[in-house]
């Protein structure tokens, strides 16, 4: 394909508006980058778990994570996703340890090949690319499972609207650790709250491998193909609920 290396959220870009698609991946238009406050504590919030997850306490994680990129007003409002925060490593803890506590890999860098061998992230060669924020392998009953999870800072919604990158992770994973019989990712929402009786932490379907070769994996290589057939033809605009974010908004011909 012509416009590896590709990626979940660079595919769905392709689907949803050719013309952004065009000015960012093939004319490198550099446009004006939208960076929302939301947008700028949420990753915070993703590297203070990323931190923790490593041996850090919040107090640390928080400052390298908060103090020199965000204002005053947004320090405030991500010290409100600590309670959040240590609910999620709490739960994840007790996980862990049921299950022997097996090595977990946070911003973990994966890469699959066009004939789908895993490869270094940087390699030339990368056909896809992904980072899963938190990735393990586990022992049940003698069998090894993938289990990925990832970090939303957004308002909880459906696991659906986020199934296409779940299952993009479950396919990668399946081939970066062919030791394994199945996997099983997650969303951790980080404003989930306890009041309303909101899941910190919602599972999709577990996968077994079967499934995985002859579902999952051919359906994400149809939603890279058709990324690819998109981005072929004359580039067009197309309104959405993404125009919110888009660098070329005062450019474009339909806003």
């Not at 996703?81 to 994966?110: A, C, D, H, N």
């Not at 072929?232 to 197309?238: A, K, Y």
Request: net charge neutral; with cysteine.
């Amino acid at each position: 394909m012509k416009n590896t290396p590709w990626s979940i959220s660079k595919a769905n870009l392709a689907h949803q508006c050719t013309l952004r698609y065009h000015l960012k991946y093939s004319k490198r238009v550099a446009g004006h980058h939208i960076e929302s406050s939301a947008g700028r504590i949420g990753s915070a919030a993703h590297q203070i778990l990323e931190k923790m997850l490593k041996g850090d306490d919040f107090r640390t994680a928080f400052v390298a994570a908060a103090m020199s990129k965000l204002t005053r007003t947004e320090q405030l409002e991500l010290k409100t996703y600590e309670s959040g925060i240590l609910r999620f490593l709490q739960i994840f803890g007790e996980w862990r340890t049921k299950m022997g506590r097996p090595e977990v890999y946070p911003e973990l860098q994966l890469a699959v090949t066009a004939d789908l061998v895993g490869t270094d992230y940087w390699d030339s060669d990368a056909f896809f690319r992904g980072v899963l924020d938190i990735s393990a392998v586990v022992t049940k009953n003698g069998e090894k499972f993938a289990i990925i999870v990832d970090h939303k800072s957004g308002d909880v919604t459906e696991i659906d609207k986020y199934m296409d990158q779940l299952d993009a992770y479950v396919a990668i994973s399946s081939i970066i650790y062919p030791e394994v019989v199945g996997a099983q990712a997650a969303i951790h929402w980080l404003r989930a709250e306890s009041s309303l009786d909101q899941k910190p932490i919602v599972w999709g379907p577990m996968y077994y491998r079967t499934e995985i070769e002859e579902t999952i994996l051919p359906k994400f290589l149809k939603h890279l193909a058709e990324a690819e057939e998109r981005v072929r033809g004359r580039p067009v605009p197309t309104a959405g609920w993404y125009c919110t974010f888009c660098e070329y908004q005062k450019t474009c011909p339909i806003k």
